[in-house]
Every structure is written in C-alpha cells, then in structure tokens.
C-alpha cells in the first residue's frame, strides 16, 4: 500500500514540475544508484542532478525553480536535502537519526518546506523553514 501511494505521488509531482517549465525531473537507479535526473520535454538533455552513491528520492522544485529539496539516505538516515540547480553543493535540511523523512513539499512562496517524518511513535507531517530552523508538527 506505502509503495503504492508513493509511486502515485511521484507521478503526481512529476506532473507539477512539467507543468510550466522545459523539463521533468525524476528519479531512477540507472546507474545503479538512485539519483535525481531532468531531461528537457522534448526528451532531449538527460542531466543527473545529485550523482551520489546514497539513494536520492523525491525532488520538488521551489516555487522560483532556482533549487529543488529531495530526500536522500546519504548521512544514514533518510534526511530532507536541498540542492540549488546547477551548484555541486547539497545542504541537509532535516537531521532526525531515529527516524525517516520523506515526501518534501514546498510552501507557495518558498519560505518552508513541510514533510513526513516517520518517528517512533508513527508517522506526522512536520514543517521546517528552509534555513533548517523552526521545525514545528
């Protein structure tokens, strides 16, 4: 069933960074790793955005399309990331080592990011501004 309604979001979010913009972005183990990729709409320009030998999930793009958050196992633990498009940089935006985040979703004007973070008393969606500072259920 979590398999299921994953891959039914990752469409659905696949849709939304298509929609408006020269790309699609989304994610594959092509190389043997999973990691972030965008090819223009014309199916031409195939980048890997994270190139990273952790697993790198889920991108959304911040509403001005300049980064996008993502959720990877490269510290341990699945963590929230955020990469700024066309930097080598990654920053980690979560740090809960007893639990697993996932699915990040972009406030409207940017300001935040809200996720679902699986904790040992269950799964809650938490907010955290995108400087890493006041994470709040």
Known sequence: MFFGMTF???LIVLAVNA????YISFYSN????SDIYIID????NLRNLTNHPAGDYSATWAPDGRSFAFRSNRD??????????NEAQVRR???HPEGADSDPAW???GNWIAF????PDGHHIYKIDINGKNLSP
Request: aromatic residues 14%; proline residues 3%; charged residues 15%.
């Open 8 to 10: 039914l979001f990752s």
């Open 19 to 22: 929609w408006g913009a020269s």
């Open 30 to 33: 092509r190389t043997g790793q």
């Open 41 to 44: 709409t014309n199916g031409k």
């Open 76 to 85: 341990g633990a699945f963590e929230i990331y955020i990469k700024t498009f």
């Open 93 to 95: 935006l979560t740090n």
């Open 107 to 109: 406030s409207p004007d």
């Open 116 to 119: 679902i973070s699986q904790r």
